[in-house]
């Protein structure tokens, strides 16, 4: 996911968790937690987290 000052708009300064959760119906549920920090000063920042079952590799880019 990335995101900019535009889908950022009216959110104010700090650290923010995006959770990403999947479930299916029939079992299985993970959710994957990525802190970030906005806005992100001085360029473009990326952080990620990996799920271990039902999510793979979750990165957010915040970019000013």
């Known amino acids: 996911m990335t ?5 950022m708009r009216g959110v104010s300064p700090g650290q923010y968790t995006l ?4 479930a299916r119906e029939v079992g299985g549920r ?3 937690r990525v802190p970030f920090t906005w806005p992100a000063n001085g360029g473009p920042r990326s952080a990620s ?7 793979g590799q979750v990165t957010v880019t915040a970019k000013p």
């Open 3 to 7: 995101f900019g000052a535009a889908q």
């Open 19 to 22: 959770a990403v959760e999947a």
């Open 30 to 32: 993970e959710v994957v």
């Open 49 to 55: 987290a990996a799920g271990s079952s039902e999510l």
